[in-house]
């Protein structure tokens, strides 16, 4: 079982409209969790990290499930600018171990 | 700020031969990865150091794979003799992560390696 897995997509959504990604990690002891987006050829950059109580940024919403093990991501009003992949990230064993799903790619249209 | 740097952007190489990456991270940081980043995947580590000791290579082909931090700064990342499953791109990023849990990851724009 890899370390954390993802839907891999493609998405394909029109643009206003709210899609959610699930990704879920198979060690309990993981400590930080975060969301990575990455643009078409270009380097991964951190979206926002996830915290426990859950998290807002504007129009992307996170949330930490530290019982089912799973972290999530919401997208309201879909932008044609969000179309990227989303990479879920976990750190563990005392925050140095950073471990990346393979991503969820989502396109949106116009 | 400058970011992390990265080179060569490109490389095609043939099998069996080598090929060198090398990485200047932020300057401060002192924690520097790589990652191999295949094509449809997210990205794996081969190696991660602080300042210039390594802390996990668990992953890292030590058979035809080698990196070397040299004074805590620079970093290079070699491959010989390459195979044509190490097409990928190789991503170097680094972190000012001191205390577990904080800091994000800081990437290059990556070395896309081609072997034919």
């Known amino acids: 079982r890899k370390e954390v897995e993802q839907d891999p997509g493609p998405f394909n959504v029109p643009e206003g409209a709210t899609v959610a990604f699930n990704c879920t990690y198979s060690n309990s002891a993981s400590q930080s969790f975060f969301w990575y987006r990455q643009d078409c050829r270009k380097e991964p950059k951190l979206l926002m990290s996830?915290?426990?109580s859950g998290n807002e940024d504007g129009r992307f919403t996170a949330q930490l499930n530290r019982a089912s093990q799973y972290i999530s991501l919401l997208i309201r009003d879909s932008k044609l600018s969000d179309s990227a992949t989303y990479l879920c990230?976990?750190?563990?064993?005392?925050?140095?171990?950073?471990?990346f799903g393979a991503g969820t790619r989502l396109f949106v249209k116009a | 700020e400058a970011g992390v740097a990265q080179s060569p952007r490109y490389k095609i190489i043939e099998k069996r031969q080598s090929v060198a990456f090398w990485c200047n991270p932020i300057?401060?940081?002192?924690?520097l990865y790589w990652y191999q980043q295949i094509l449809g995947q997210g990205p794996k580590l081969l190696i991660q150091f602080q300042n210039n000791g390594v802390v996990d290579d668990s992953q890292l082909p030590k058979d035809r794979f080698s990196a070397e931090r040299l004074k805590g700064v620079d970093s290079t990342l070699k491959i010989q003799p390459a195979k044509l499953e190490d097409s990928a791109v190789y991503l170097c990023?680094?972190?000012?992560?001191?205390?577990?849990?904080?800091?994000?990851?800081?990437f290059g724009e990556g070395s896309r390696l081609t072997v034919l």
């Open positions: 990023a680094s972190s000012d992560r001191t205390v577990p849990n904080t800091g994000e990851l800081f």
């Open positions: 990230v976990v750190d563990y064993t005392g925050g140095f171990k950073t471990i």
């Open positions: 996830v915290y426990s």
């Open positions: 300057s401060g940081h002192a924690t």
